[in-house]
């Protein structure tokens, strides 16, 4: 099962920290892949946070058709970053791996933020389309002070790959993923963290209903639902799906991935709304066992699961600094010096929430609302 | 020369016991003439008669054979094509010394003979055709193991619930913010249908009338019980022909569908007790089919309309009912369906779910197109090939009609492919617990994307022992002599039904479907939503089946 590290903090801080904790949970991730997410850039990219950042790995082709394609819809680049990568024995180097922060095209400069998402997450997927049969693109995420980094390999191997203890590459979130990789191929869009217009989510366990989701999710016509190399992918766009596309708050997104029953509902006060999202999301249920840690636009993160998941996950932490991880022990490296009476296993029925800048922690009850 | 064949001189035009369906196996030692078989023989296919036999015997010690004719006394098969063994056996219960049993005879050519006076067979049942079913080639595969592990049937907790009734897109919620929270916006206008959580396993329309007043009851008793006492929300349709008006007013209308058929029968009785009326009903059902007869009306044979049925019917006693093959009002499916859905949607001031009922057939994803543009269309019901009847012509219960497995899935994929798959429940039936795998057959349909499915056939043997099956055994619904008491209203034959035992075996029945279902469930990791349209999970060892389900190939 994937192990699952994420950090969020009032302070940036090094990729590495993540990686280190994922590290002491070596013996629950075999070395497939590591995914990291950041959000709220620091280090080279503090002061672009308006130009949306996208991320990727190119082959010496696939750059020139990178680089021509955002030519031509008016991207202009302000800033690139590549890490300096250092040889590691096992982990096969490709071409170009890049970060690169653009100024919006002329016309959608002063578009609100809803057209401009729009279309950064198009241009995202009409680059993923091309590269993907040859793999000479892969673009993991376009969006503002947002870095995606992802690479089969042991994490640790390829944190010193990538540079990240050298690099001064820093954020204030960042969601780690190392990867156990079970029934899907070793595939870099099948690794998490999964990243759609701000939101973005990792999971471990194994989703039992992800077809009937997919087939949800793809028949909204709603052209960023798509991809799903993993069955976690959908967790993520659920995400999207609830918070961004039908407005609901945060914390409906446990009330569609794990619904409770009639008789639960009637103790809750908007037990009518309830009852008709249960119905009308009936095929988001997942059903898992899962455990999900995402964050939204605004920088809130958050932990979920559903009654099946027989290991909880943990957060824990200190004022300004918590951490939302798969194991306690991944925990105690990323934050030893806590009062470890107050961490915190969800349950089934509950929804830890950290809000941005690690200001406080959150358990919602989802029975009593 | 003998003059055994009375006056004929051959036997040309008259049949051999090897045309006829099942032969009667008779052992003369062990019949003690008691009399019983022939006298319970529903279609009197067997008769006490005396023969005469010639017998040889010797004695002392050297042979003498001595002739001897002998009057005996035997239990002999006719051969009037009228009165062919039917094969249900009630001779084999009756007798005291197992000495009398019918025989399916495979080479038979019963339907070469049996329309007589140009009539074509009819009868009930279902398709006569034991093969395997597409259902029973449908295998659970994806297996929970270690990276989900498999959940315990026994005492994990299982919602096994779906919904009926017309669902809202998300989008399309009435929904409004306060304080970070959402309510139900009650300024808003929009219509908010009607759905009910309930078992995923219905049982589908028997009239009152096509089964005896034992057998409907028991059901009924049955369904109550369930809902009552073991918390399972089964529903049951009430199939044409009204419903008893004490039950119209009582508080467990909300366990039965009404249905209503093109011949409207017991309409104007149903519609009077409105006003009396404490509970909705759980759903109405409007019939444009059945998956045994497509295209076919329905017939209550005037025998069967004794003074009960006639005055649930509303009509005069002792005449053929008969229910038109469309209903009359149809001009277009806008005419027919969508004013017929909201004329009883109406009727009950939109608090009932409404939904059409269909035949397996090719043309039925237009129906359903028509139905997913339809805002108060509550459903769609598929009757496949394989479902039963209490009467219908052979030709159109063995060649009419589409199976359900195909028919299901591309109509569930027509849904997926607009987004609509959640908005209205497709109800599958047709054939399912044919070889009495009820929970499978139910779960691959689920899994093939139905909302629920509905049972008749499969009940009338487990709760009511009905003899009917496959190789036409019994099939005798149409005639009113149900030799089980279950579909006939004869008081000396339905008093051999006892109600309560009838409902005691739908608990059972429907309790045992439940356990199974978990057995299916649990090992597949799923337990808190009915895992619909759930494709992935499904595997058949036939090649093209899979395609065309869209499933694994498994072997």
Same mark, same amino acid.
């Given at each position: ?19 280190? !904790? ?13 995914? =990291? ?82 279309? =950064? ?42 540079? =990240? ?22 595939? =870099?869009? !099948? ?131 918590? !951490? ?46 | ?555």
């Amino acid at each position: 099962m994937c192990r699952l590290a994420a950090i969020t903090s009032n302070k940036y801080f090094s990729p590495m920290e993540n990686i280190l !904790a994922l590290e002491t949970m070596k013996e629950g991730h075999d070395g497939s892949g590591l995914g =990291l997410t950041l959000k709220n850039l620091g280090g080279e990219f503090e002061d672009l946070k308006a130009y949306p950042v996208m991320s990727g790995i190119c082959s010496r082709r696939g750059v020139e058709i990178l680089d021509d394609y955002m030519d031509k819809l008016g991207f202009k680049l302000k800033h690139e970053w590549t890490p300096k990568i250092k040889p590691v024995k096992g982990i096969v180097q490709r071409d170009y791996y890049f970060a690169k922060a653009y100024d919006y095209p002329k016309s959608y400069r002063d578009k609100p933020m809803h057209e401009k998402e729009d279309l =950064l997450m198009n241009t995202r997927i009409a680059l993923r389309k091309i590269g993907e049969p040859d793999e000479s693109i892969f673009v993991f995420s376009f969006y503002p002070d947002v870095i995606t980094l992802k690479e089969v390999g042991d994490p640790l191997e390829l944190g010193e790959f990538f540079g =990240l203890d050298r690099d001064g590459l820093k954020a204030k979130i960042i969601f780690a993923q190392g990867r156990q990789n079970t029934n899907y191929q070793i595939y =870099l869009y !099948a690794c998490h963290p999964f990243f759609i217009q701000g939101y973005c989510s990792m999971t471990n366990g194994e989703n039992t209903a992800f077809v009937p989701i997919r087939e949800f999710l793809t028949s909204r016509g709603f052209p960023g639902y798509m991809g799903y190399n993993s069955d976690s992918e959908v967790f993520t766009h659920i995400l999207h799906y609830a918070v961004r596309q039908l407005n609901f708050p945060l914390i409906y997104y446990k009330d569609v991935v794990t619904p409770l029953k009639i008789s639960e509902i009637e103790n809750r006060k908007e037990s009518g709304a309830l009852r008709l999202i249960k119905q009308s999301l009936r095929p988001l249920c997942i059903d898992g066992p899962n455990m999900v840690i995402g964050f939204t636009p605004d920088g809130t993160c958050f932990m979920v699961q559903d009654s099946k998941k027989l290991r909880p996950g943990v957060v824990a932490g200190i004022k300004g600094k918590y !951490a939302l991880m798969s194991e306690e022990c991944g925990i105690d490296k990323a934050i030893p010096k806590r009062d470890k009476s107050m961490d915190i296993f969800p349950m089934k029925y509950d929804m830890v929430i950290v809000s941005p800048g690690a200001e406080e922690v959150k358990v919602w009850n989802q029975l009593q609302g | 020369m003998e003059p055994a064949a009375g006056l004929r001189l051959d036997h040309n035009h008259q049949l051999s016991l090897r045309e006829f369906p099942y032969i009667i196996r008779w052992r003369d030692d062990r019949c003690k003439r008691c009399g019983k078989c022939t006298a319970v023989c529903p279609v009197k296919a067997i008769e006490p008669t005396v023969k005469v036999q010639r017998h040889v015997s010797s004695e002392g010690d050297f042979p003498a054979p001595k002739a001897e004719r002998k009057v005996i006394q035997i239990v002999e098969q006719v051969t009037d094509m009228e009165r062919y063994c039917t094969g249900c056996g009630t001779c084999t219960l009756v007798c005291p010394n197992e000495a009398i049993e019918p025989e399916f005879n495979p080479q038979n050519k019963f339907l070469h003979y049996k329309n007589k006076g140009g009539e074509g067979y009819k009868r009930g049942g279902r398709r006569n055709d034991p093969a395997i079913s597409t259902l029973d080639r449908l295998k659970f595969t994806r297996i929970s193991m270690l990276t989900d592990p498999a959940l315990d049937a026994g005492r994990h907790e299982f919602r096994v619930r779906t919904l009926l009734g017309r669902i809202l897109p998300p989008e399309e919620l009435p929904l409004k913010i306060e304080n970070n929270k959402l309510f139900v916006n009650k300024d808003s206008s929009k219509f908010i249908p009607p759905v009910r959580e309930i078992y995923p396993i219905m049982i589908g329309s028997m009239s009152v009338g096509a089964l005896s007043p034992p057998m409907w009851e028991g059901l009924a008793m049955g369904v109550s019980y369930l809902n009552e006492v073991e918390g399972m929300p089964v529903v049951m349709c009430s199939g044409e022909g009204g419903m008893p008006p004490r039950l119209l007013k009582s508080k467990y209308l909300k366990y039965f569908i009404i249905q209503i058929a093109s011949g409207y029968f017991g309409w104007d009785e149903i519609i009077h007790a409105l006003p009396h009326m404490v509970e909705d009903p759980a759903a109405i059902e409007i019939k444009y089919g059945q998956g045994a007869k497509p295209g076919d009306g329905g017939l209550l044979m005037a025998q069967k309309v004794l003074k009960l049925i006639a005055s649930i019917r509303g009509v005069p006693q002792f005449i053929d009912l008969a229910s038109p093959p469309t209903h009359q009002t149809k001009y277009s499916i806008e005419e027919a369906v969508a004013k017929m859905i909201q004329s009883m949607s109406m009727a009950w001031g939109f608090r009932v779910p409404v939904y059409p009922k269909i035949s397996g057939t090719r043309t039925a994803r237009a129906v359903l197109n028509n139905l997913a543009r339809n805002p108060y269309a509550a459903a769609l019901s598929i009757d496949g090939e394989d479902g039963g009847t209490g009467a219908a012509y052979n030709v159109s219960m063995d060649k009419m009609g589409h199976p359900i497995a195909s028919n299901l899935r591309e109509c569930y994929l027509d849904l997926v492919k607009q987004g609509k798959q959640n908005e209205l429940p497709l109800i599958a039936a047709g054939g399912i617990g044919k070889k009495g795998n009820l929970a499978a057959n139910a779960a691959a349909l689920i899994m093939l994307g139905a909302s629920a499915v509905s049972i008749g056939k499969y009940l009338m043997q487990a709760a009511a022992d009905c003899f009917g099956d496959e190789s036409n055994r019994c099939n005798l619904c149409n005639t009113g002599k149900c030799p089980r008491g279950i579909t006939t209203q004869d008081p000396k034959l339905y008093r051999r039904l006892d109600s309560d035992k009838v409902a005691e075996r739908v608990v059972e029945t429907f309790k045992a479907a439940d356990v199974e279902l978990r057995k299916i469930f649990a090992p597949m990791g799923r337990s808190t939503e009915l895992p619909i349209g759930m494709s992935d999970g499904l595997s058949t060892d036939d090649k093209a089946m899979a395609e065309r389900l869209g499933v694994s190939y498994a072997c």
